[in-house]
């Protein structure tokens, strides 16, 4: 089976850094997507990795350790428009099965 | 430029009654997969496809059917709705390793 762990919630001042972990624990796995999704809508793609390190896109940057089964989505410049849910997504075995764990609530206040 | 369309928006069901969840992309993905998501909470997959013909069960398929006849439609079909099937649905579509694509979301209560 597969276990993903986040965050429930955080709280984090505009303007500033946040960093939301998420640790797995799966057989097969192929790669970690993180997810934005704002109340009421639906998920959409942030990032996706594959190999260890660190992918930046802009103000989102996402880190993946392969060894540990860890892996944290960093934001920076936290903006009002960045309160919304993150949720980490493990894809594994043979097939494209994709998990997601339970995601973190973010607020961002002034 | 639809990408994912899911009908209905919004349903409300009697217990025991039946409905089918539709869910159509047009982006010629091989893979679908149906999720639900309970109030506060994340993602449970419920099925998935991996090509026409091809369906495998998720996390928590019970009380749900799935049939997968073309590449662009993923039916979920709810044989006798139980309150406890109350939830949003979300159906996403990808291509290998790639992100999902989700729609809209189909709102459901079961009264």
């Known amino acids: 089976g597969q276990n993903i762990d986040q965050p429930t919630e955080m709280t984090a001042t505009e303007g500033a850094i946040v960093q939301i972990n998420c640790t797995y624990q799966t057989s097969g796995f192929n790669g970690l997507f993180w997810y934005q999704q704002h109340a009421g809508e639906a998920p959409t793609f942030l990032s996706y990795n594959v190999l260890d390190g660190l992918e930046e896109k802009g103000r989102f940057s996402s880190f993946l350790s392969r060894s540990k089964g860890y892996s944290y989505l960093l934001l920076k410049e936290l903006q009002m428009k960045d309160s919304a849910s993150y949720l980490c997504a493990v894809y594994s075995g043979g097939y494209q099965k994709v998990t997601f764990g339970t995601g973190t609530k973010l607020q961002v206040i002034p | 430029n639809a990408g994912v369309t899911q009908t209905p928006k919004f349903r409300i069901l009697k217990i025991g009654q039946s409905m089918t969840l539709q869910c159509a992309q047009d982006m010629n993905h091989n893979y679908m997969y149906w999720y639900r998501q309970d109030p506060g909470m994340g993602l449970k997959l419920i099925y998935y496809?991996?090509?026409?013909?091809?369906?495998d069960k998720g996390e928590v398929p019970n009380g749900y059917n799935v049939s997968r006849s073309t590449t662009e439609d993923f039916p979920l079909r709810l044989e006798l709705a139980a309150p406890s099937q109350t939830s949003v649905y979300f159906c996403?579509?990808?291509?290998?390793?790639?992100?999902?694509?989700f729609g809209d979301g189909t709102r459901l209560s079961i009264l």
């Open positions: 996403a579509s990808s291509q290998v390793n790639q992100p999902q694509h």
């Open positions: 496809s991996v090509g026409a013909g091809i369906t």
